[in-house]
């Protein structure tokens, strides 16, 4: 079936159902086809097959998409820069990386793929993986949204996460505070919570 649906994947009818079968045929012939389909594409179609590349989550897919994260079609690069979070793994985490240290809207598309990989890499069991991939995150501070879910991400993987949402608590960061104390019924139990009631004083009372 693949040689018949990567014909079809470059009309602009047929398309859409013919990446919604290539996604689901496992393999590298799929992963092939998509990807000779990419350069022959342009427009919708195009950032469609890059969707699909996502959706497989297939390490073969990563060098294509790198090269096109890295290009000057910001759509293009943003939807590749997703369909890298989304395949998640070794390779396309070092890309997301890379992609991370610059500035602007990449560096924030980088953040935000980079918190898909963590997910996936929780869901297949590599905890070490998601938490580094938090750490980095974390400490890029892209946006605040993607640094609170960092530190989210943090404390769920922590080895002490009541010694991490005390310190937030001590702490100066008042972005934070929020997502510390929304962690702490999970974390702290009985007499424990007045560790966290020692602290309550010196937080800003919001209007």
């Known amino acids: ?22 996604e689901r045929i496992p393999g590298g012939e ?5 990807l000779g389909a990419l350069d022959k594409a342009a427009g919708d179609i195009r950032r469609g097959i890059v969707f699909s590349l996502g959706e497989r989550r297939s390490v073969a897919v990563v060098p294509g998409l790198a090269r096109l994260a890295g290009g000057a079609d910001t759509a293009l690069a943003a939807d590749a820069v997703k369909a890298l979070g989304k395949t998640g793994g070794p390779e396309a985490v070092k890309v997301l990386t890379a992609a991370l240290a610059k500035s602007g809207a990449r560096k924030s598309e980088a953040a935000s793929a980079l918190l898909l990989a963590a997910e996936g890499a929780v ?13 980095r995150v974390f400490t890029a501070n892209a946006t605040p949204v993607s640094r609170q879910a960092a530190f989210k991400g943090q404390l769920a993987l922590g080895q002490d996460p009541q010694g991490l949402i005390l310190k937030t608590l001590a702490g100066k960061d008042a972005l934070l505070y929020a997502p510390a104390l929304a962690a702490v019924p999970a974390n702290f139990s009985g007499p424990e919570v007045a560790k966290v009631a020692d602290l309550m004083d010196r937080l800003p009372v919001e209007n």
């Open 123 to 135: 869901a297949a069991g590599d905890k070490a993986a998601a938490a580094a991939i938090y750490d």
């Open 30 to 34: 799929a992963d092939q086809a998509l």
């Open 1 to 22: 079936s693949v040689p018949v649906l990567a014909s079809l994947v470059l009309g602009p009818i047929t398309t859409d159902p013919a990446r919604y079968a290539l």
